[in-house]
C-alpha cells in the first residue's frame, strides 16, 4: 500500500510536465544548466567522466538520458519523492518551463563515446549480461539499453552510480515509476549480481 500511494503521488506530479515534453527548448536548457551549476558536476557535455569536476562517481552521466526520464526524477527531487541535499535544493529553484528545457537538452546530447580501456574484468561482464538477460532489462530499458520515454538509458552509465541505483532499488531508498517495479526486479540479486550487472552496462556503446 506504501509503494502505491507513492506512486500515485509521483504520477500526479509527473504527468502535467509529460503531456508538455515537446515544449522543451535544448538551448534555454543548456543555458539553464549552465547558470543552475548542473555542469560542475554532471560534466559541460552531460557527460562527468570527461568533463566534470564530480569526485563522487555515483554521480550520473545525463547526456543522451530520455527527456522525460530527466523530467521526472527533477520533478521527484522537487517534491521529495527522491532525496538528495543537492539535488533536492536545486530543483527547488526550478520552474516547469524550466525542467521541461533540461529535459531537452540533456536527451539532444550525444552519449558518452569515449574509447573503452580494456576489460579488467571479463568475469563481471560476462556474468552481468547473463544477468541482465535472466531479468529482461531490455524489456523496459529498450533493445540497446538506450531509454524509452520515462525509463533511463543505462548503456555506458557510470559504472558506480548503477550499482548504487541499483542497491537503492532492494532496499527500498529509492522507487521507480515504470511497467515493474524496480525493487521486484532486483530482490533476487545478491552484491555479485548488482556489481556485475553495473559493470557490464558501463561498457556498453
Known amino acids: 500500500m506504501r509503494a502505491f500511494g507513492w506512486l500515485v503521488a509521483a504520477m500526479t506530479v509527473a504527468i502535467p510536465l509529460a503531456a508538455n515534453a515537446a515544449e522543451g527548448i535544448p538551448d534555454a536548457g543548456k543555458a539553464k544548466a549552465a547558470s543552475a551549476g548542473c555542469l560542475i558536476c554532471h560534466g559541460a557535455d552531460g557527460v562527468a567522466t570527461a ?6 562517481k555515483a554521480i550520473p552521466d545525463l547526456a543522451a538520458e530520455p527527456d522525460l526520464f530527466v523530467q521526472f526524477q527533477l520533478v521527484f527531487y522537487r517534491k521529495g519523492v527522491r532525496k538528495n541535499t543537492i539535488m ?3 530543483a527547488q529553484s526550478l520552474s516547469n ?3 521541461r528545457n533540461l529535459g531537452a537538452y ?3 546530447l550525444p552519449a558518452a563515446n569515449a574509447p573503452l580501456p580494456p576489460d579488467a574484468a571479463p568475469e563481471q561482464t560476462e556474468l552481468g549480461a547473463n544477468v541482465a538477460r535472466a531479468i529482461h532489462c531490455t524489456n523496459c530499458h529498450g533493445d540497446h539499453y538506450e531509454g524509452v520515454d520515462n525509463i533511463p ?5 557510470r559504472e558506480d552510480y548503477s550499482y548504487k541505483a541499483l542497491r537503492d532499488f532492494k532496499s527500498g531508498t529509492r522507487t521507480a515509476v515504470g511497467a515493474a517495479g524496480m525493487a521486484d526486479v532486483v530482490q533476487p540479486l545478491g552484491d555479485l549480481e548488482m556489481k556485475a550487472l553495473a559493470h557490464y552496462l558501463s561498457r556498453l556503446r
Open 51 to 56: 568533463n566534470g569536476i564530480a569526485t563522487d
Open 88 to 90: 533536492s535544493a536545486l
Open 97 to 99: 518551463e524550466d525542467i
Open 106 to 108: 540533456f536527451a539532444s
Open 153 to 157: 538509458r543505462l548503456a555506458g552509465q
